[in-house]
């Protein structure tokens, strides 16, 4: 019961925590990139993510990583860095997971 209650509060923590981390992250970004361009990377990497999803499934985290950042270089052309494209990704795939969580399809 205790150890259920503290992986459930770790949880949500950590859930926090990426929230705050990825609102900073998304902040530079914008900054560095224009508000506009953001916009339509962050669809190109919400689409990228749900088709790289779809066609994989369910687990192969670093391998699905890997091809939607190999997706999102070749269209950006260099234009976002390693580090731009990262945090992308891993809001599109937060935002996935969160309205996969609401619709009751993950825990």
């Known amino acids: ?44 990497a919400k689409t990228v993510v749900t088709a790289i999803e779809q066609t994989i499934g369910g687990g192969h985290g670093a391998d699905k990583k890997q091809e939607a950042v190999q997706v999102l270089k070749n269209f950006t052309k260099g234009k976002l860095t390693d580090e731009q494209i990262d945090k992308i990704i891993e809001a599109a795939v937060y935002e996935m997971n969160q309205i996969l969580k609401m619709n009751g399809l993950k825990q």
């Open 1 to 44: 019961m205790i150890g259920e209650l503290l992986a459930e509060l770790l949880t949500v923590l950590i859930q926090i925590l990426i929230l705050i981390v990825g609102g900073y992250a998304i902040q530079y970004i914008r900054a560095k990139i224009g508000e506009q361009n953001l916009k339509v990377y962050c669809s190109l």
